[in-house]
Nanobody
């Protein structure tokens, strides 16, 4: 079992940057691939980025590729999402989630955090 807590959200102007963190409890964090998803008001929870257990492989949604970078430090049980060149369309609640194998599919992620709000002003 793994528990996840997101942090680092906030209000930023368009063009700015934020770094989200996903801190995990448990000694087996390295056994999980981790993904970031986001949900805008009235929208569905959508895939953003994911990283494999060893950080050797990553996946990105087309809308964030080249602007967002996912990374992890298994010694700190933490996954990061560096978000650059933010625009108002990035406004959403951002969730991290864990699963056994790297995937872009929301349905395979069984462990979720509570989310952190990111708001990008024009």
């Amino acid at each position: 079992q793994v528990q996840l807590v997101e942090s680092g959200g906030g209000l930023v102007q368009a063009g700015g940057s934020l770094r989200l963190s996903c801190a995990a409890s448990g000694r087996t964090f390295g056994n999980y691939a981790v993904g970031w998803f986001r949900q805008a008001p009235g929208g569905e929870r959508a895939f953003v980025a994911a990283i494999s257990r060893s950080a050797g492989d990553t996946r990105y949604a087309a809308s964030v590729k080249g602007r967002f970078t996912i990374s992890r430090d298994n010694t700190k049980n933490t996954v990061y999402l560096q978000m650059n060149s933010l625009n108002p369309e990035d406004t959403a609640v951002y969730y991290c989630a864990a699963t056994a194998f790297l995937s872009t599919l929301r349905s395979v992620y069984g462990h979720w955090g509570q989310g952190t709000q990111v708001t990008v002003s024009p």
